[in-house]
């Protein structure tokens, strides 16, 4: 016959007079999201409203380097493994709800008796702790919003490698074709010495015109190898990127104004809340804090175990000893420490609500910075090409003329130099249209 130890069913009643917690579980912003934006721009067609951003840009080179970035960046690699950490870390608070059962066996042999005295017995407990006070919830809650909150941070690392990549994948095609510019400035001043030096040696001119132009020979060369640094820089940069070896990494030379300048739209401020994988992760953050608070508020609280067990003498069977018990605890001096943990959670969940609140504001003044940009940098492009147009015009007067006599080299030399402003102006145009376009897809959030 089974025997059943006395359990304390008391406890039940002492619980049952215990006051009930009752936390805020949320934390609401204050700031007051507009209804549109300051700057309006004229949106792109045809282009999708999800899906990869990148591909917008008709960019073939530039989505392969994506693909390869994905695949193989290391910092991507580290956020994943983060992920993975904030996923067990949810088994973890949820194994706290399940019951723990153990168990245990011993021999013993008495020496008064001989070896043929041997004693052996066995014993299977489990035991359960209640969550009157919702503080195995409240753990629950904080590991999930840590993992929502890992996860997101995953989306934003994620975004800002892929933007990093294809601003330095557009700066290099740029350096590339400022180097040609180079190069052509450099045939442009050779050109010219060869006139001044004809007309040097025909008495035509001062020596002071052969010494300028040599001047200005030896400007154009030094401009070369600064430009060739600057693009294996970027090569570098991009193969790092992408997780390769930049050693031997190369990238095809691609037309900047074939390119495709895609313009995103930015839709309603308040869609930023979710589309930014930072404001996303900032809010994740305040749930986690908020569940904190109520974990350290519930800890102040009595907790009750519920325990069960079976022993029994292996030899006899039949015979097993089962029992029941509850137990109430109450932490009744800490020297202050549950308390002080209480109100430090509280000011995390603070700092965490200002954090909040401060990313919406970067956000909101971070797209309406990127749809200016969008529009100046479209005007300025259209302008600095009438200039270039007309530079380029003037130095083939300028050229004309002094070869004939009817200028001097210094309008000659203010032509060329004036000429090479408006083609580095025209590239740097490009450029910015193009990065204006990247840092809008930033700003919302990329599209996913």
Same mark, same amino acid.
């Given at each position: ?277 930072? %404001? /996303?992760? +900032?809010?994740?953050?305040?749930? =986690?804090?908020?569940? @904190?608070?109520?974990? !350290? *508020?519930?800890?102040? $609280? ?109 309008? %000659? /030399?203010? +032509?060329?130099?004036?000429?090479? =402003?408006?083609?580095? @102006?025209?590239?740097? !145009? *490009?450029?910015?249209? $193009? ?14």
């Amino acid at each position: 016959m089974t025997k059943i130890s006395s359990v304390s069913l008391s406890l039940a009643l002492a619980i049952a007079g215990c006051a009930s917690v009752h936390e805020s579980t949320t934390s609401s912003s204050e700031v007051i999201l507009p209804g549109a934006y300051d700057t309006n721009v004229q949106t792109s067609e045809n282009l999708p409203e999800l899906g990869p951003w990148w591909t917008n840009f008709g960019d073939e080179a530039l989505n392969a380097l994506v693909t390869a970035a994905l695949d193989q960046n290391r910092s991507l690699e580290a956020g994943i493994a983060n992920v993975v950490s904030a996923r067990a870390a949810v088994t973890v608070a949820d194994a706290k709800s399940l019951p723990s059962i153990s168990g245990s066996a011993s021999t013993s042999v008495s020496s008064d008796a001989g070896l043929d005295d041997i004693s052996r017995s066995a014993r299977l407990s489990a035991s359960y702790e209640l969550d009157l006070f919702g503080e195995v919830k409240a753990s629950q809650d904080a590991a999930r919003a840590s993992l929502e909150s890992a996860e997101y941070s995953q989306r934003a690392l994620e975004l800002s490698i892929l933007a990093d990549l294809a601003t330095n994948y557009f700066d290099l095609q740029v350096a590339r074709k400022q180097l040609e510019v180079a190069k052509e400035n450099l045939n442009i001043a050779e050109r010219i010495f060869d006139i001044v030096e004809v007309r040097y040696e025909a008495g035509e001119i001062s020596g002071f015109d052969l010494a300028s132009q040599k001047a200005t020979l030896a400007n154009a060369r030094s401009q070369i190898p600064q430009i060739e640094q600057q693009i294996l820089s970027i090569e570098t940069a991009i193969a790092i990127l992408v997780g390769e070896t930049p050693q031997g990494f190369e990238i095809d030379s691609v037309d900047l104004y074939e390119t495709r300048l895609p313009v995103a739209d930015a839709g309603l401020p308040s869609d930023l809340l979710t589309r930014r994988p930072d %404001l /996303l992760q +900032a809010e994740a953050n305040l749930r =986690a804090g908020q569940a @904190d608070v109520v974990a !350290a *508020r519930a800890a102040m $609280l009595p907790s009750i175990d519920l325990g069960a067990g079976v022993s029994t003498v292996l030899t006899s069977l039949s015979d097993p000893t089962a029992s029941l018990s509850a137990a109430l605890s109450q932490t009744i001096f800490s020297g202050g420490s549950l308390k002080a943990q209480l109100e430090s959670a509280k000011a995390r969940r603070a700092a965490l609500l200002a954090n909040y609140e401060q990313a919406i504001l970067t956000s909101l003044r971070e797209v309406d910075v990127a749809l200016s940009s969008i529009n100046t940098s479209a005007l300025r492009e259209e302008e600095v090409q009438i200039a270039l147009s007309a530079s380029r015009n003037a130095l083939d007067s300028a050229e004309l003329r002094y070869r004939v006599g009817a200028d001097d080299l210094t309008s %000659l /030399l203010s +032509a060329q130099q004036s000429y090479y =402003a408006s083609t580095q @102006d025209a590239l740097e !145009a *490009r450029r910015d249209r $193009l990065a204006a376009s990247i840092d809008l897809y930033v700003a919302l959030g990329g599209s996913y």
